[in-house]
């Protein structure tokens, strides 16, 4: 009994939160009388899911191949960037403040850019996660090429090691946490702005869904996006998160 | 001294390498290279200075920076008093913190049809901005109400301080370092929520005509949409640079 009354407070401290936004929202369908055509129930959202989980599957699919499409295209093309600029000084002092600044700025705004530079299409889409994700990475790995531990490249050229060798066996290693750290922030932000780029051109994925049923007032469907979109963005976090794990235990 | 024209070396080949990255918008834009929908820079800044546009762009910018000031200051207020609560209250912690990881694995898009309901449409892009600012400050509040050592508060503890005190006068001052890189980390934050809120429906902002600019392939107001976004965020994250910058000397 008392076992239960435990368990029961350990479910409550951990998830009073968000026990207390549900009634919240509850309360407030209650209270506004809102009916059930804007609103659905949750019951109604899990309906539309079950009544056609091949159009949703296929559609997160694409969202995810296209965030990871582009997340692999803008992670190299940051490491690529990062080493030429640790390779010249020159090129090192013009690119990283500019890096700087793009990593600064809010990238959805320059979707409609390149939608209209590169046509609407899935390229584009592609393109545009790259472009996310490529800035962070060429910050946070140019820093890691930089911050060596203390120490460690003169220990290096003590012994006599050549810049290759110093290269492949102390710098670059030195900067794969840091791309870690640069996969993190950045698979979320792929995720979004795969299914932004979709919403505002795509003719397929999540993002079409969302604004195709938004644009016939479908709120179950609307609703149900929302979900599988979420379901989606953990799934690739939860890939991200373990990845960064094994490279942690490696490197430490 | 080494150090400081090492400093004004680099300062200077950042600022030639943001000149040539404008020298290259301009020159493609001149000579078409990337097709009509790139316009080169002085085009895009004389539509932006046209007096005739004046109203046009006056109401978007109001409306998306009132939307981007109501997230943001939301989002700093929710974040600072949440993360204080579950300092002082420590059973309310661990159900906080599982609430803010839910709301954090939720992509902003998903949320759209949430306040599309639950709100209406043109509080949308706040309610957006809003939560994404939160997350930020949230988790920035709660690891630097953490940063005060252990020594400061045993000192604190051992000269007869009440909790309130110690509080305000150690472990608040200790956390603000924290908290303003937070705040200068959700500058951006608070435009894309607004930016992607407008494009759920909202009846003006600089989403909005973005996205109209888009689809009706008038090039120089889509790029001067985006250049007043990026532009403004950019400002806003270089002030709150110089207040972090403050701010660490002061208190750290």
């Known amino acids: 009994m008392s076992g239960v009354i435990k368990g029961l407070g350990r479910f409550l401290s951990n998830y009073w939160g968000v026990i207390a936004i549900l009634v919240l929202w509850e309360a407030w369908v209650n209270i506004s009388g809102l009916n059930a055509i804007v609103l659905p129930s949750p019951a109604s959202v899990f309906l539309d899911l079950a009544s056609a989980p091949g159009l949703y599957a296929a559609n997160a699919a694409q969202t995810f191949i296209v965030a990871l499409l582009g997340l692999i295209l803008g992670l190299a093309g940051g490491i690529i960037l990062a080493l030429v600029a640790w390779a010249s000084r020159l090129l090192n002092g013009l690119l990283t403040p500019l890096g700087l600044i793009f990593s600064c700025v809010p990238v959805v705004a320059l979707i409609p850019i390149i939608a209209r530079l590169l046509g609407y299409d899935m390229r584009t889409e592609i393109a545009i996660v790259a472009i996310a994700a490529f800035f962070p990475t060429f910050v946070f790995v140019g820093a890691g090429l930089r911050a060596l531990p203390p120490g460690s490249d003169d220990l290096f050229r003590v012994f006599g090691a050549s810049r290759t060798q110093r290269f492949l066996r102390l710098v670059l290693p030195a900067a794969v946490p840091n791309l870690m750290i640069a996969l993190r922030l950045t698979a979320p932000e792929a995720i979004l702005a795969a299914i932004l780029a979709e919403l505002l051109m795509g003719k397929s994925g999540l993002g079409f869904m969302f604004r195709e049923a938004s644009g016939r007032f479908a709120m179950e469907r609307a609703f149900g996006t929302s979900i599988i979109a979420t379901i989606t963005a953990v799934i690739c976090f939860g890939l991200v998160m373990a990845a960064e794990r094994r490279v942690a235990a490696r490197w430490q | ?252």
């Not at chain 2, 080169?40 to 004046?54: C, H, N, W």
């Not at chain 2, 303003?180 to 934050?189: D, H, Q, T």
């Not at chain 2, 005509?209 to 976004?229: D, E, G, K, Y």
Request: charged residues 10%; without cysteine.
């Open chain 2, 1 to 252: 001294m080494t150090a400081r024209s090492d400093g004004l070396q680099r300062f200077l080949l950042g600022l030639v390498g943001i000149g040539l990255f404008l020298g290259m918008w301009q020159v493609i834009g001149v000579y078409r290279l990337a097709g009509l929908t790139w316009p080169p820079l002085t085009d895009v800044l004389v539509f932006v200075a046209d007096p005739s546009k004046r109203t046009l762009f006056a109401r978007a910018i109001t409306a998306s920076f009132i939307a981007v000031v109501t997230g943001y200051g939301i989002g700093v207020i929710a974040g600072i008093a949440l993360a204080m609560l579950g300092r002082v209250a420590t059973v309310l912690k661990p159900g906080l913190d599982r609430l803010i990881a839910v709301i954090h694995a939720i992509p902003l898009v998903a949320l759209a049809p949430l306040f599309m309901v639950a709100a209406n449409r043109d509080s949308t892009p706040a309610s957006i901005a809003a939560l994404g600012v939160f997350y930020m400050i949230y988790v920035a509040t709660t690891s630097g109400l953490n940063a005060a050592s252990a020594a400061h508060r045993d000192v604190f503890t051992a000269l007869g301080a009440s909790p309130v005190t110690r509080f305000l006068r150690l472990e608040l001052p200790a956390a603000l370092p924290d908290i303003v890189s937070g705040m200068k980390l959700a500058i951006p934050v608070a435009f894309i929520g607004a930016i992607v809120g407008e494009w759920f429906g909202a009846s003006r902002g600089l989403g909005l005509l973005m996205v109209s600019a888009m689809q009706n392939f008038q090039i120089p107001l889509l790029w001067s949409a985006v250049l007043i976004v990026t532009a403004s965020s950019l400002a806003l994250f270089g002030l709150m640079s110089l207040v972090e910058r403050l701010t660490y000397g002061r208190y750290q």
